[in-house]
């Protein structure tokens, strides 16, 4: 008789132990399962934020094209209007008209179009020797562009430079040259025109923590 009851402990014990390692098992199954749906969540996330950046890019691209073609539109009507002037002034003075074709809209001028807006909202910031003036700084030999776009753009809203200009005057992108120049780029063209002008030049230069002043020209390669 106590054999019997000791064989069946042995056994209790046997099937105490499978159970046991069946919930090892079971839990390790549901673990693998749940990282298996975390990645495919990822998966799903970096598929959706992917598909959405190309859209981006996409609309972009539409919105530069259509651009591109309004202004050689435009330029286009400009042109046959002035040919148009010409020769009505001619025939006023009792002149034969030379009626001359406008020049062809081609990729290259389309392209030299859109270069020259782009270099018509951006400004040329050179650096200044030391010392420095007080309340300036001068420019470090390395910076966070976001950091220094950031500071540039506090200052300038401290300074309610929108307001004296009557229209937003406000940095978009910044560029860091070699020379620790830096190369801004503002909301519009008339943004970047009041900072060359005398007056927005002064209240610029006055309003930003740098010691730096802006270049007359530069060329956008």
């Not at 098992?25 to 673990?31: M, N, R």
């Not at 650096?127 to 420019?139: D, F």
Request: charged share 20%; with cysteine.
């Amino acid at each position: 008789m106590k054999l019997l009851i000791a064989q069946l402990r042995e056994l209790e014990h046997d099937q105490v132990a499978a159970l046991a390692a069946c919930n090892t098992v079971a839990a390790e199954a549901t673990e693998r399962a749940d990282s298996t749906s975390r990645i495919q969540a990822l998966e799903a996330r970096m598929e959706e934020r992917l598909s959405a950046l190309e859209g981006n890019i996409t609309d972009m691209l539409k919105s530069v094209t259509t651009s591109v073609q309004v202004q050689a539109r435009s330029y286009a009507e400009a042109a046959q209007a002035s040919v148009a002037r010409a020769a009505t002034l001619s025939a006023h003075h009792g002149q034969k008209a030379t009626l001359t074709q406008p020049p062809a809209f081609t990729p290259e001028a389309a392209r030299a179009q859109a270069r020259n807006a782009i270099q018509a909202k951006k400004i040329l910031i050179d650096p200044l020797p030391s010392p420095a003036p007080k309340g300036k700084e001068l420019i470090p030999d390395s910076y966070s562009l976001v950091d220094m776009k950031g500071r540039l753009s506090d200052a300038m809203a401290n300074a309610n430079l929108s307001k004296t200009a009557g229209f937003e005057v406000t940095i978009t992108l910044l560029e860091r040259l070699p020379n620790k120049g830096m190369l801004l780029e503002f909301n519009t063209d008339q943004a970047a025109s009041w900072v060359r002008s005398t007056e927005g030049r002064k209240a610029f230069l006055k309003a930003i923590p740098v010691h730096a002043t802006i270049a007359r020209f530069f060329v956008l390669l």
